[in-house]
């Protein structure tokens, strides 16, 4: 019973998701963001999960497409993908690149999830070659479905592509599930952010994967900075979800649904400075 509430409500609140997520009055007026387009966007969005098999709800995506649609055209970057399985959430993130004339840029192994590393807690979820979607997988998906003409396709393991990658990102999605990937891919694409820009992580409810984002000594090392913080950090973005967590009890909640996205950005703080001893 529990379980058919949350199912029920989550239908039943979809249309007041797209209108609440993209209500803004930031969107550039560029984009002519109508409420019927905006109504178009969350609908063929909201399909596309339930077509393409997508590790992030459709109302993740719309965040994400709200931050593309609040930054004015002239600010430079393209918007980069880190992990796109079966492209279910690349053919969404590229309709919202053809609406405001961006570039979407997908890297992925197309191969799965890499082996595990020595001192990554996170490969114990998973194995090698998890969540494998093939080049030709995902660039079918996004020509059915999505707006192929704005994509850029990058294969091979993260460590070996992005360093070689240049030119400024507006958005970047990372959904890369073990350490060593989120390591690699924020120490590459943080430099490369605009300072308009944000950085997008799915799996948000893991308090020790989150916690790179408030590492002091992680941000000094490679960028010698103080941590940004991370927005939705443990919970994920309040998007009309119910969560109270951990995730490791949400079998005794079953009603409950964690948001599957948080995200920092390069105006952001999360760093502590009050030391009433000292």
Request: net charge neutral; hydrophobic share 35%; aromatic share 12%.
């Amino acid at each position: 019973m529990t379980r058919l509430l949350a199912k029920l409500h989550f239908l039943l609140t979809i249309p007041a998701s797209i209108f609440l997520i993209l209500q803004s009055t930031k969107i550039h007026p560029s984009y002519r963001m109508t409420l019927g387009r905006k109504l178009w966007l969350g609908l063929r969005m909201f399909f596309n999960t339930r077509r393409i098999p997508t590790g992030t709800t459709f109302r993740t995506h719309l965040a994400i497409a709200l931050k593309i649609l609040e930054t004015p055209p002239t600010v430079p970057g393209v918007v980069v993908e880190c992990g796109s399985w079966k492209g279910g959430s690349s053919t969404n993130l590229s309709l919202v690149c053809r609406i405001t004339g961006r570039t979407l840029v997908v890297c992925d192994s197309f191969r799965g999830l890499p082996p595990a590393v020595p001192g990554d807690r996170e490969a114990r979820h998973y194995s090698e070659g998890d969540y494998v979607g093939t080049l030709g997988e995902v660039t079918s998906n996004i020509r059915r479905h999505g707006a192929i003409e704005c994509c850029e396709f990058v294969e091979g393991w993260f460590e070996e592509t992005l360093p070689k990658q240049q030119g400024p990102v507006l958005v970047a999605f990372v959904d890369v599930d073990l350490e060593a990937s989120l390591h690699t891919c924020v120490r590459y694409l943080w430099p490369r952010l605009v300072p308009e820009g944000y950085l997008f992580i799915d799996e948000s409810v893991g308090t020790d994967y989150c916690a790179l984002f408030y590492s002091e000594t992680w941000w000094r090392r490679y960028f010698n900075t103080t941590p940004p913080g991370l927005i939705g950090a443990g919970t994920g973005l309040p998007l009309g979800d119910f969560y109270i967590g951990p995730w490791s009890e949400r079998d005794h909640h079953p009603g409950q649904r964690a948001s599957s996205g948080a995200y920092t950005g390069k105006s952001l703080s999360g760093h502590w400075t009050y030391y009433p001893e000292e």
